[in-house]
């Protein structure tokens, strides 16, 4: 008779609930998914809640394989050694293989005042936090948003759609992924809708006041309502336990998505960092990875030698209000090509993708197994790249 394998994923974001229905394949794996809030958040619409156009909010019962037992709780530690987690209400969940899912956040801004007066958007809480600030502004306030990326220009669209007075400060250089002939096609649409858009040299936030955000060039924005977007953070829980992590906090793997600590334990989504050489925060990424990471915790239940990890991509996509947005396409290698859909074909594929990310859980949940993806071969050379070794062309 086969023993039974008790599987914990810590965190119940798109990669771990990707993981935690794909382990599902086999009647011999028990899954617990332990995750702090009782609903599952759509991370790519917290933009939308602030504006009030989505809750962000699914019900883990539409998007969880049955059998899966829900710990609405926060881990505090991990036990390596016991094989066990403990949680902040006390007590400890034991596992045989435990997959850390934990996400990401917002980085400390390390700006003077960002952290009084500036309001994050990466988490629901902080969200939900933010919402009454905006319905309490008048319309004719200035709104500042921090951050030139995907964030930070669908917040300041989404607010700009609905009349508000709001300024981008990028710090550098507007969209960051894109390629220039989609980043100037968002340019023009945040103009459209009446964003400010501030890029360049001395576009840096140095300071946030009450009622003011300062730029590295001396200038100064008016802003009743600051929102940071910028930066990129993960929960301390790996090192705080005495696993190894990168500086940012994310759990080293090798490229099976292993510990490099323990073998029991596998990484998944923004909190892995596979050869410390993590792949970009996105929900395109946390699936694949999620789902990669149950496999090889399936291998390793199976006595088989786990694989790499192969992910390709298609692009990113950037909602610019509720009635246009863009597509970048991308090479498989995540590098971005000349190719964009914009305007309100756009718009409607960010609303497909966003959609269809919620459909691959709710499917992975009914049938295990079942996602598949393209694959790119150019992480290797990446990798001997990084290692110093002579690649051959």
């Known amino acids: 008779m086969t023993e039974n394998s008790d599987v914990v994923v810590i965190g119940g974001g798109y990669a771990g609930v990707m993981a935690a229905n794909r382990l599902t394949q086999r009647d011999d ?13 759509e991370r790519i619409r917290l933009h939308q809640l602030v504006g009030g156009s989505h809750a962000a909010v699914t019900d883990y019962s539409e998007i969880l394989a049955e059998g899966t037992r829900l710990v609405v709780d926060a881990v505090t530690r991990i ?52 919402r009454p600030l905006l319905d309490a502004a008048p319309a004719t306030a200035a709104v500042t948003v921090v951050g030139a990326g995907p964030t930070g220009i669908e917040t300041a669209a989404e607010l700009a759609e609905q009349g508000r007075r709001v300024t981008l400060a990028c710090g550098d250089v507007l969209g960051p992924y894109l390629h ?44 009743a309502v600051t929102i940071w977007t910028a930066g990129f953070g993960v929960p301390d829980l790996a090192a705080r336990s005495g696993l190894s992590a990168d500086a940012v906090g994310r759990l080293l ?54 694989a790499r990890i192969n992910v390709g991509f298609f692009g990113q996509c950037i909602s610019l209000g509720r009635r246009a ?11 971005a090509n000349r190719f964009y859909l914009g305007g309100r074909p756009g718009a409607k594929l960010k609303e497909f993708v966003c959609r269809h990310t919620v459909k691959h859980l709710a499917d992975e949940a009914r049938k295990p197994g079942a996602l598949t993806w393209v694959k790119d071969d150019k992480r290797r050379q990446l990798l001997r790249a990084k290692r110093g070794e002579v690649v051959a062309r």
Not at 29 to 41: D, E, G, K, S
Not at 257 to 271: E, M
Not at 288 to 302: C, E, K, M, N, Q
Request: with cysteine; charged share 20%.
């Open 180 to 223: 220039p002939r989609g980043r100037n096609s968002v340019a023009k649409q945040l103009t459209k809708l009446g964003v400010t858009v501030v890029e360049g040299p001395g576009a840096k936030v140095t300071a946030v006041t009450r009622d003011a955000v300062r730029l590295g060039d001396g200038r100064e924005l008016p802003s």
């Open 29 to 41: 794996v028990t899954v617990t998914l332990i995750n702090p809030r009782p609903a599952f958040v």
């Open 79 to 130: 036990d390596a050694a016991g094989r066990s987690v403990t949680l902040a209400t006390g007590g400890t969940v034991g596992y045989d293989y435990l997959i850390y899912a934990v996400g990401s956040g917002s980085a400390d801004p390390g700006v003077p005042g960002a952290d009084e007066f500036a309001y994050p958007i990466a988490t629901l809480e902080a969200a939900l936090r933010l």
């Open 325 to 335: 947005g863009i597509f970048q396409f991308a090479s498989r290698d995540d590098s």
């Open 253 to 306: 793997t090798d490229e099976t998505l292993t510990s490099v600590d323990d073998v029991r334990i596998v990484a998944a989504g923004d909190s892995a960092a596979p050869s410390d050489l993590p792949f970009r925060m996105s929900c395109q990424a946390a699936t694949r990875i999620g789902a990669h990471a149950a496999d090889t915790v399936l291998s390793r239940i199976a006595g088989e030698q786990p």
